[in-house]
């Protein structure tokens, strides 16, 4: 049926560090979980670059098979370093300082692809931190 | 004086990890601009593990030369990870697995130390990752 209702989805791959510790995985995969909740309409999945799994590649072609309109690649990194500018682009095969591209789903048919910025500089960050320090000032005696 | 007013303020020490490039710093010491001009009443300055100056322990006698009633140290690292549970609670002098320890002014006076915990889990960096996202699907076509 051509006029068939498409339920193509943006797909969000969000992509963390990874680390031989737990706690970098667990930010990772527990954030995809919120931002799945807070109710945008993405399709989420997440991966690393090193040590935890799925890999980047293998983030991609979990997404692959999905019925995507648009990939966005989120970098759940704090500031632009050597894997944001460098190693990143690279596996998403981007041109050296492109934040657009291509995706090939494994239906062959290519979508867009965006490459967004990591945490960076951001009121709720500062909001976040602010937090954190209130937290500490609760802390037990003993703690 | 001994009724005379006391202004002692609670100090906050930013803990960045530092970097070659220059996003880390910005990203700290613009963080803490942000978080001086959202009102709150600490006394903050920024220092970096790494790379970037002032090191912790500079950042630490700066702070020590200040009028303080408590000294609160907070990293802007995504989650624990090594530096987090070793390496700067082995600057700050604190027992391991301790966030309280103690903190010596120049006039020689000691002061609680609160060791708070890195970004982490929080609902505001789900919001924030979904903010980049949605930033990706208005980059320019040429992007």
Redesign the interface.
């Known amino acids: 049926m051509t006029n068939q209702k498409h339920m193509s989805a943006?797909g969000?791959l969000?992509v963390g560090?990874g680390?031989r510790?737990q706690?970098?995985k667990?930010?990772i995969t527990?954030?995809a979980e919120?931002?799945k909740e807070?109710g945008?309409d993405?399709l989420i999945k997440s991966c690393f670059l090193e040590y935890s799994n799925p890999t980047v590649a293998e983030g991609l072609d979990l997404m692959r098979s999905e019925d995507l309109e648009?990939l966005?690649v989120?970098p759940?990194?704090?500031?632009?370093?050597?894997h944001i500018?460098r190693d990143i682009p690279k596996i998403l095969g981007l041109e050296a300082g492109?934040?657009?591209g291509t995706f090939t789903l494994a239906d062959g048919r290519v979508v867009p692809l965006?490459?967004?910025?990591?945490?960076?500089?951001?009121?709720?960050?500062?909001?976040?931190?602010?937090?954190?320090?209130a937290?500490?000032?609760t802390?037990p005696?003993?703690?």
Chains 1, 2 share one sequence.
């Open positions: 943006k969000l969000l560090h680390s510790l706690y970098n667990e930010l527990t954030t919120m931002m807070s945008g993405y648009i966005i989120v759940l990194f704090l500031a632009k370093g050597i500018l492109k934040k657009r965006v490459y967004a910025e990591p945490i960076g500089i951001d009121p709720l960050l500062a909001e976040l931190m602010l937090k954190n320090a937290n500490a000032l802390l005696e003993d703690a």
